[in-house]
């Protein structure tokens, strides 16, 4: 069974920029969350999407980040302007439903010049 | 809102040894879900042992078990027979169902190391 699928795995842009991640969950799973990294934390929940709907984006800073979830599958995840304190791993997870186990795909690590 | 404290940041333990990682949380639900992930370097975050509050029977999985005490609202994973393969960042995560979701709010996280 294939895995969950981030890319790219490593990027580098300059504060305000835009940048954008791609998410292609384990097939058949209809919760896919969307977590920030920093270094040294744990994960902290961006936003989750049950199907193509949104669950709970309540962490998620709206006024420079959006999320998507098209058809129920594939997701993005945008940062738009970026800022120096966006410099973090991305981390993409689904599940078959909200209170069991978790798979993440191996993250996207983004740094903010 | 939930909170997850892991009071070690570091732990060391010689391979073959047994280690117990803390985890204490707080939150008012009585009906959660408790999870220890474990994130090996450069690797992908995995599943170590789940633990559902309503069961008072402490979870298993191969060399790895939990102490949970609901009432003192603490979770400790033990490792037994140490491995090198064991040597990652073990993070202390609950869920429970607020809002109509499940919000997983995750520890700091311990990075546990192997002494061959």
């Known amino acids: 069974e294939a895995g969950v699928a981030q890319s790219p795995r490593y990027k580098i842009i300059e504060k305000r920029q835009s940048v954008a991640f791609w998410c292609n969950p384990i097939?058949?799973?209809?919760?896919l969350y969307w977590y920030q990294q920093i270094l040294g934390q744990g994960p902290k929940l961006l936003i989750q999407?049950?199907?193509?709907?949104?669950?709970?984006d309540s962490q998620l800073p709206k006024d420079r980040f959006s999320a998507e979830r098209l058809k129920g599958v594939d997701s993005t995840l945008k940062i738009q302007p970026a800022k120096l304190e966006d410099s973090a791993v991305y981390l993409c997870?689904?599940?078959?439903?909200?209170?069991?186990?978790?798979?993440f795909g191996p993250g996207t690590r983004l740094t903010v010049l | 809102a939930q909170t997850v404290t892991q009071s070690q940041p570091e732990m060391s333990v010689q391979e073959a040894e047994t280690v117990t990682l803390s985890c204490t949380y707080d939150?008012?639900?009585?009906?959660?879900?408790l999870f220890w992930y474990k994130q090996p370097p450069s690797r992908q975050m995995i599943l170590v042992i789940r633990q559902e509050a309503y069961k008072q029977q402490n979870a298993t999985e191969n060399r790895f078990s939990v102490n949970f005490q609901k009432a003192a609202k603490s979770f400790s994973l033990k490792i037994s027979d140490s491995q090198l393969g064991d040597a990652a960042m073990y993070f202390c995560a609950v869920t429970y169902s607020g809002a109509g979701s499940y919000q997983l709010t995750f520890g700091k996280g311990t990075k546990l190391s192997v002494i061959p």
């Open positions: 939150t008012s639900e009585s009906d959660y879900y």
């Open positions: 997870a689904s599940s078959t439903t909200s209170y069991n186990e978790q798979f």
């Open positions: 097939s058949g799973h209809a919760t």
């Open positions: 999407f049950q199907n193509n709907g949104v669950v709970d």
